[in-house]
């Protein structure tokens, strides 16, 4: 009896696991889709040897030709003992900037490619995609910030930050990061080429020059200098050198980050707008 009991139950269990592996919203979900995206991302990123040496090399370039061609013109009315003390923190955010523009044109050429149809149809929605994207330009700009801030020791920079001091510049750095890099991968949804993205980014990558990241904003014109003073990169600049110089910051890290959450919040509200309007 037992025996013809096990007979006719099996068949359901088999059917039941049929169901369950059919069945909709069994499937990965959003953070594996991400991680998958990341991964892939962060693959492409390797095959493309040229635009990865140059992410790399353009900060550590433009920090030395400041630091030894302009440093001893420039005044920056402190009491730092060489340019470069002055100079590092604005080249990290700097660096942050090269690298995410680069999550532009990644996004571009997924959506001229067609790839993104063939996601759709595996149910592999919008956001996992830019988010696999925005991961990946944040490994990557996490790798060259490491870089660039071990070129600064070995040509003087000597920081004198704390342990919670570290924290704060690397909370602040990442959430520049993630932001500029959705920033960077709503310009690539609006861009309808590859190279027409790569122009865009130049504006956000330009941003640092009209702060406090190479001089002091009282040195600027008085028609610059408010806006050096009020745009979202200074903060972020000011907030780095005092910390990892060891001086007192006050409420300068939580402007920064109240700036990066503002535009990480609209950036992906963007996002999500422009990949609705490109794949309808």
């Not at 919670?164 to 991968?185: D, F, H, Q």
């Not at 865009?200 to 406090?212: D, G, V």
Request: glycine share 8%; hydrophobic share 50%; with cysteine.
């Amino acid at each position: 009896m037992s025996d013809t009991a096990v007979q006719h139950r099996s068949p359901d269990r088999h059917s039941e696991r049929a169901e369950r592996a059919h069945a909709p919203g069994r499937g990965p979900g959003p953070f594996t889709h991400t991680a998958v995206m990341a991964a892939r991302a962060l693959r492409i990123s390797s095959r493309n040897i040229d635009a990865l040496i140059t992410s790399l090399a353009l900060p550590i370039m433009l920090m030395l030709i400041f630091v030894y061609f302009f440093g001893g013109a420039i005044d920056t009315g402190t009491d730092y003992d060489s340019y470069v003390m002055y100079v590092v923190p604005g080249v990290l955010l700097l660096s942050a900037g090269f690298g995410a523009a680069t999550t532009a044109t990644a996004v571009s050429e997924d959506m001229k490619g067609g790839i993104i149809d063939r996601f759709r149809s595996l149910d592999v929605s919008g956001t996992p995609v830019l988010a696999g994207h925005v991961a990946a330009s944040t490994v990557r700009n996490l790798c060259a910030t490491t870089l660039v801030l071990g070129v600064a020791l070995l040509i003087g920079f000597r920081p004198a930050a704390t342990w919670s001091g570290w924290l704060v510049v690397a909370v602040v750095l990442v959430a520049y990061i993630v932001a500029l890099s959705w920033i960077s991968a709503a310009i690539g949804l609006l861009a309808r080429t590859p190279e027409a993205a790569s122009g865009f980014t130049f504006f956000m990558s330009f941003l640092p020059y009209p702060s406090s990241a190479f001089v002091p904003t009282e040195n600027m014109p008085d028609w610059l200098h408010g806006f050096a003073d009020h745009q979202p990169i200074t903060p972020a600049i000011e907030s780095l050198r005092g910390l990892l110089l060891g001086q007192d910051v006050g409420n300068t890290p939580w402007i920064a980050l109240a700036w990066a959450a503002g535009l990480l919040t609209v950036a992906v509200g963007a996002s999500g707008t422009l990949f609705r309007i490109r794949t309808r």
